[in-house]
């Protein structure tokens, strides 16, 4: 599976098979606002999602809740 292929399934793809497509797995008005930011491109290098170092940013429900763009100001 291409690095494409995993995050599209554990976003719209994982969101369909539980009927719930358009309120989770994706960035669209009306859904859930839960994202990572992460500096690196995880299509690239999809252990970019691993590395804790490279997270800046925890979006659940719409809030910045954890990273290091948090603990800095950085949105």
């Known amino acids: 599976m291409s690095p494409h292929e995993a ?3 554990a976003t719209g793809v994982a969101a369909r098979a539980i009927r719930r497509e358009g309120v989770v797995g ?3 008005p009306g859904a859930h606002a839960d994202l990572l930011v ?3 491109d995880p299509l690239a290098d999809i252990r970019v999602l691993q590395d804790r170092g490279r997270l800046r ?7 910045a809740v954890a990273g290091a763009g948090l603990a800095t100001g950085e949105r």
């Open 7 to 9: 995050i599209r399934a």
């Open 26 to 28: 994706a960035l669209v």
């Open 38 to 40: 992460v500096d690196g």
């Open 57 to 63: 940013l925890v979006v659940q429900g719409g809030r």
